[in-house]
Structures are given as C-alpha cells and as structure tokens.
C-alpha cells in the first residue's frame, strides 16, 4: 500500500471510499468532503483508478472496486491504522524522504575518493 500513498489527502480519500463502499463518487463530492483542490483529487483518483484501487467511469465518477481481495484489504487495514493511530501513519508517510530528496541529499555528500 505504501508504493500509493504520498500524502494524508491521498489516505482520507482511500478511508472515505472504503468507508462507503457501495456508493460511486463525483470528483466534486470527493473534493467537498476532503477539502484540498479539485485538480489534486482529480489526480489522486486517477491514480488510483489505475492502480486497481478504483474504477473510473466513463462518466467522471469512481466507485471503490479494487483489483483483488489483498488490496482491498491493505485499504481496510490503512483505515483502521488511519482511526487508531493517526499520528503514526501521519509520521510514516512524512517521515521518510522521497527518492529524489535523498538523491538530491546524496549528491552533497562527502566522499573519499
């Protein structure tokens, strides 16, 4: 689960499908309830659309229909954690840095040659 989530927006989206699981979402609807920008949920739930967490249809709404029963438990399991321990997940997602900060850091660092 962790190669999709980046941010605490993308864990509330996964929460609020998982939560509602039968419902289908707008982009708009999504956006209202978890408050960040439009674009940044259009993104996030494309993503997941091809990730196999959603699907998207044709007519712009998702519905949470995940790929195999391990995602759609990794998902449960990630809402749970989400509910019980916040600050731990919150800490997992910024705590480590992405790739490129640690290449960037990396390429300052003072080897012997």
């Not at 609807?29 to 699907?55: N, P």
């Not at 509910?83 to 800490?91: C, P």
Request: glycine share 2%; proline share 4%.
């Amino acid at each position: 689960m962790a190669r999709f989530i980046h941010s605490v927006e993308q864990v509330e989206m996964l929460c609020l499908f998982q939560k509602q699981p039968a419902k289908i979402w707008t982009v708009a609807e999504v956006f209202r309830i978890i408050q960040s920008s439009e674009k940044s949920v259009s993104q996030c739930l494309e993503t997941f659309a091809r990730a196999g967490l959603l699907v998207a249809r044709t007519n712009g709404t998702y519905e949470f229909t995940p790929n195999t029963p391990e995602l759609a438990q990794a998902v449960a399991e990630l809402a749970a954690a989400y509910r019980e321990r916040r600050v731990a997940v919150v800490e997992a997602i910024y705590g480590q840095p992405t790739d490129a900060v640690k290449d960037f850091a990396n390429a300052f660092r003072l080897r012997k040659e």
